[in-house]
């Protein structure tokens, strides 16, 4: 099991050019997740996924949109990408139970530079 | 607004020097609690949920507690290798749909020889 994992690790952007990031689990979860992370601000969300064919806008949507492709991935894209948007962002995914909540597994991360 | 703090943001122990970590929030009413470990360059880490007041969790050097506006992550005996920057996340209660996590800002632990 490989878990999360996103790719790529490391990428640089000038102002205006787009990319998607990507990102798949391997643990039959239901649910994803986009955070970004930024120094003294914590993890914020983005976007979610919580079944295939959903998805929904969390606390920082301006600038993104998401696909969830199947039940495995879920990309993040940058249209025209902005200073504003340097981070590390980082996808989670997480198993749907009936009760209950249940914990968010993370992935290594793909550190953004914006010029 | 639902709120999650994290204290200290950043402490220094000695190893062997025993300590705990808080994580407070605003009282709205909780579903989860969650404590992550991150390492620099690496995501966060799964190591703890609590779910109602008085519960408690432990795994090697850490325990977990929660009251009803509080938990506190103890270290016992830390070494080096505790050396990480501890989340925590909290899920209130109406967050809605999608276990949406609030997370705090963090402490970073430095475990010195």
């Known amino acids: 099991n490989a878990g999360v994992t996103q790719t790529p690790k490391f990428q640089v952007l000038k102002t205006g050019q787009s990319m998607t990031l990507q990102c798949a689990q391997d643990m039959n979860h239901n649910s994803m997740y986009w955070y970004r992370q930024d120094p003294g601000m914590g993890l914020r969300l983005i976007y979610y996924?919580?079944?295939?064919?959903?998805?929904d806008k969390g606390e920082v949507p301006n600038g993104y949109n998401v696909s969830r492709l199947n039940k495995r991935e879920f990309s993040l894209r940058l249209e025209s990408a902005a200073p504003s948007q340097t981070s590390v962002y980082f996808c989670?995914?997480?198993?749907?139970?009936?009760?209950?909540?249940?914990?968010?597994?993370f992935g290594p991360g793909t550190r953004l530079t914006v010029l | 607004e639902d709120q999650v703090t994290q204290s200290p943001e950043a402490l220094r122990l000695q190893e062997g020097e025993s300590s705990s970590l808080n994580c407070s929030y605003t009282?709205?009413?909780?579903?989860?609690l969650f404590w992550y470990r991150q390492d620099p360059g690496k995501g966060p880490e799964f190591l703890f949920t609590l779910y109602s007041a008085g519960e408690e969790k432990e795994k090697e050097r850490l325990k977990a507690t929660l009251t009803k506006k509080e938990s506190f992550l103890h270290i016992t005996a830390p070494k080096p290798e505790d050396s990480a920057t501890y989340l925590c996340?909290?899920?209130?209660?109406?967050?809605?749909?999608?276990?949406?996590?609030?997370f705090g800002t963090g402490t970073q632990l430095k475990v010195e020889l």
């Open positions: 009282v709205s009413g909780l579903r989860g």
């Open positions: 996340a909290v899920q209130f209660l109406r967050t809605g749909g999608g276990n949406k996590l609030t």
């Open positions: 996924s919580a079944s295939e064919g959903t998805t």
């Open positions: 989670a995914s997480r198993l749907t139970k009936v009760k209950g909540t249940d914990t968010q597994y």
